[in-house]
């Protein structure tokens, strides 16, 4: 098990010298981290994920209790129209699978989150629960 386990990552440190730390490409196995801004309200968190070039349908998003769960792919275009074999001279772009976990500070009305892919940015509304009413009960 630990053998494989090495063999992995020296495959993988052999990849990074060789491509620039981008990962092949090829599939969705290198992972990188998209850039991440969150902040809140008093109603709401708000999380702007910057996923350019991602189509909605390689993106995952969980909530559970309260982490936050932003998964997805982005492989390396593969334009093969013409049957030309592509040479690239630089990557500067990440590719792979991503996945980003947030710990948020305090639990959010799971129902109501919504998420928007506009413009390679996306914005996920979590609304806040709302919190009990302190009831004082008064001693007869």
């Known amino acids: 098990k630990d053998i494989f386990s090495i063999q992995e990552r020296v495959n ?13 490409g090829h599939d969705c196995s290198v992972s990188w981290s998209p850039r991440v801004d969150i902040y809140d309200t008093d109603q709401e968190f708000i999380v702007n994920a910057e996923l350019p070039g991602i189509h909605q349908d390689d993106i995952e998003i969980k909530v559970e209790g309260d982490l936050l769960i932003i998964g997805g792919c982005r492989p390396l275009a593969s334009d093969t129209s013409n049957e030309e074999v592509r040479k690239y001279h630089m990557i500067e772009n990440s590719y792979g699978s991503f996945r980003r976990t947030f710990k948020l500070p305090e639990s959010v009305d799971q129902p109501g ?14 609304p806040r629960r709302n919190k009990p009413e302190i009831k004082h009960i008064p001693i007869e």
């Open 12 to 24: 993988k440190l052999f990849d990074d010298i060789m491509t620039g730390g981008q990962g092949s």
């Open 113 to 126: 989150v919504n998420a928007v892919l506009q413009d390679g940015i996306l914005r996920i509304t979590l």
